[in-house]
């Protein structure tokens, strides 16, 4: 039972901190600007005050336009379940690898992408087409950059993986490591929507992506796609300071290690969260006809230190 307490209070804790994040990156983002901002607490009003809103579907929608919303915030809850964010004991043990997270991403991105098409507008399959052609460049980066740090584990799984960073942190800093780290935060960047691959705030037809597959969305189902696009974030955000400074995770159930654990996380998504703020002001986006050749760097990237992991291993 320990094990279902501590996979439900991760996804509660995700849940809860998720919006809190974007909020933060709103607002080093307005400050960097010199604009007051509207406070970390905004994602949150607009959740609440689109939860109490109707939903509408287009008239040639399906069942696939309804479905979409509740799968992606499901998938997201189950991987905040099971992946190590607080603590490397899960409810279903080393069972839980990096293929089973990448599959479960892609579930999410592949049911959004087909609610897109589902409305039969030209923003919706335009959308669609260009996330899956970034979903088809990222989710192998993904596999090799974890791939990488398997070798110090001698396992794909996550937990063991982290595991092996907290009890062997002289591995980190290796050169495989830092191309690893390198390759997965330009995967995130595209998996997520944010610059230079997308930009989050723009409804320019010639440049979005994301915005473009959800443009019909309204009321409660736009309330839960932003949700777990907010989840998504902090997950991918999370895992990627975990695997590569997996410092205050837990490695049993105790309370004091989990609260210790919570408070590790919180601190360093804030870190990345205004890192990556910071980046969204000071870089541009990459035109759309140059980001598959951002990922195919980051490909090789992930691909040089998969070779260099096994080479030294």
Sequence with gaps: MSGWAVAVGQALLTVVVAPLLIGWMRLVRARMEGRAGAGIGQPWRDLRKLAGKEPISPADAGWLFVAAPPVLVATSLLI???VPLVSTRSVVGGSVDLIAVV?????GTVALALAALDTGTAF???GASREMVIAALVEPTVLLAVFALSAR???TSLAAIVNAGVHHPDRLVSPAGLLAAAALAVAILAETGRMPVDNPATHLELTMVHEAMVLEYAGRDL???E???????SLLLGLLANLFAPWGVATGIGWVGLVIGATALIVKLTALGGVLAAG???LAKVRLFRIPELLAGSFVLALLAVTASYVLA
């Design 80 to 82: 905040a379940a099971i």
């Design 103 to 107: 599959g479960l991403l892609l579930l």
């Design 124 to 126: 919706g399959g335009m």
């Design 153 to 155: 584990a001698g396992s």
């Design 223 to 225: 309330a839960l796609v």
């Design 227 to 233: 949700l777990a696009a907010a989840m998504r974030l």
């Design 280 to 282: 969204e002001v000071l």
